[in-house]
């Protein structure tokens, strides 16, 4: 069960990217920046706050993997309020290889590859 609730959160945050991508294009997007900030709304987020199994709390991932997320869905909160907004250019510099949406998402990505290695 833990191993594919990590790996459901691993696909699902890859497909942040293409999301953004899609509503930097279009300057529309199915929700509102600020619900993109709220790392405890998706299934991985609400895993993490409510149903999390209590000995992988105190697993020293759980707490660099939390802040991971949530510093995750912040930047592409952030991006997406830039995409309906217009401003293309500032969306597409944050999302760029090396912009801080990629780096988020890559150590978010490592970190819970760890995480179920570890399991």
């Not at 890859?14 to 999301?19: F, I, R, S, T």
């Not at 920046?33 to 998706?42: A, H």
């Not at 697993?59 to 592409?76: G, I, M, N, Q």
Request: glycine share 8%.
């Amino acid at each position: 069960m833990f191993e594919d609730v990590i790996g459901k959160a691993i696909s699902a945050h890859g497909q942040w990217k293409q999301k953004l991508r899609n509503a930097i294009d279009t300057g529309a997007s199915d929700i509102t920046p600020e619900q993109g900030k709220q790392d405890c709304n998706c299934a991985f987020g609400k895993w993490l706050y409510e149903h999390i199994p209590a000995e992988q709390k105190t697993s020293p991932y759980y707490k660099e993997v939390r802040k991971l997320h949530a510093d995750f869905h912040t930047e592409a909160g952030t991006i997406l309020g830039m995409a309906i907004v217009g401003k293309k250019d500032e969306a597409n510099a944050r999302m760029k290889m090396g912009g801080n949406f990629s780096k988020l998402s890559s150590q978010l990505t490592k970190k819970l590859q760890e995480w179920r290695a570890s399991a």
